[in-house]
């Protein structure tokens, strides 16, 4: 999960590239599910074909998911592109803390325990380090009524693609089978709400803009999703978002290293707190056979 959230950071500043050419924010959510899904259909097709079959009674949780992909994706570039980066990403990491709550609610998994104090902890060193290090509280003053509407709905649905994932595993889908079957679900909303034929193809003609889009696509969407939907087959959706927080710092750390944007000593401060926050969630007993129950256990984990 903290790798998955690595790559997030990393695709932000490559999403960055394709925005400053032209590419607008929504088609670039539409673009990457497109090049995920390609790429990931053709390793199944040649190696594990028996992956593109998901097993009985999975078809509503898969649906779900695809939903949720599209959604998340869409919401957070709307976001990114309407509010300060950092107002933006640290909103969406309301998510883990809003797992949390259902999770302290019994909604999410009634029969157990809810979470305990060192989880509340966790969720707010990372949340707190997540807005330190985007700077979020510089960007409060321009604040925009539709892109915070954008970034809130990006951590409901962030929280959705969470929960349906780790459900979609508990029925016995293989990580890929569930990305698969959600891209395509996330690939028919999109052709119903901007239609891929209308797409701005002669931005591609730009060797920046078409390696963005690669890139997005390959290291932002089909990586890190795998890295996840495994992680929730063996994690609480809970303490796998908050594992995620790492985007934050780690997108601030490439914008240092490609971009040249150096990292200010509260943006390295706010770094160190997600790392501490990250290290408690793993402690939380809330993971593997506790998190999941038997019925989980018993499939295969994912590679």
């Given at each position: 999960m903290v790798a998955a959230g690595t790559c997030w950071g990393l695709a932000a500043t490559m999403a960055k590239v394709a925005f400053d050419h032209g590419v607008p924010p929504i088609r670039m959510a539409e673009a990457r599910v497109v090049v995920a899904f390609v790429i990931l259909a053709a390793i199944l097709a040649g190696w594990r074909r028996e992956l593109l079959h998901p097993p009985a009674g999975t078809w509503p949780v898969l649906a779900a998911f695809g939903l949720a992909v599209a959604g998340v994706n869409a919401a957070y570039y709307i976001a990114i592109d309407r509010l300060a980066v950092g107002v933006a990403v640290s909103l969406q990491y309301t998510a883990p803390v809003l797992l949390l709550g259902l999770a302290a609610a019994g909604a999410i998994a009634p029969r157990r325990p809810g979470p305990g104090r060192t989880a509340w902890v966790a969720a707010a060193l990372t949340l707190g380090g997540a807005v330190l290090v985007s700077r979020a509280y510089q960007g409060l003053h321009r604040v925009d009524g539709r892109g915070l509407l954008a970034a809130g709905a990006s951590a409901l649905l962030f929280g959705a693609y969470l929960l349906t994932a780790a459900r979609a595993g508990r029925r016995g889908a293989h990580p890929a089978t569930v990305l698969f079957w959600g891209f395509i679900?996330?690939?028919?909303?999109?052709?119903?709400?901007?239609?891929?034929?209308?797409?701005?193809?002669?931005?591609?003609?730009?060797?920046?803009?078409?390696?963005?889009?690669?890139?997005v696509g390959l290291v932002g969407t089909l990586l890190p999703f795998l890295l996840a939907v495994g992680a929730v087959r063996v994690l609480p959706p809970a303490t796998a978002g908050i594992a995620a927080t790492v985007e934050p710092p780690a997108a601030a750390a490439f914008?240092?290293?490609?971009?040249?944007?150096?990292?200010?000593?509260?943006?390295?401060?706010?770094?160190?707190?997600?790392?501490?926050?990250?290290?408690?969630?793993?402690?939380?007993?809330?993971?593997?056979?506790?998190?999941?129950?038997p019925e989980a256990m018993a499939v295969e984990p994912s590679v």
């Open positions: 679900v996330a690939m028919v909303v999109w052709t119903a709400v901007s239609p891929w034929w209308s797409w701005p193809v002669s931005k591609l003609g730009d060797p920046k803009v078409a390696l963005a889009v690669l890139g914008a240092w290293v490609f971009l040249g944007q150096h990292l200010a000593p509260v943006q390295l401060m706010g770094g160190a707190l997600v790392i501490i926050g990250v290290a408690l969630a793993y402690r939380v007993p809330l993971l593997a056979g506790e998190a999941l129950g």
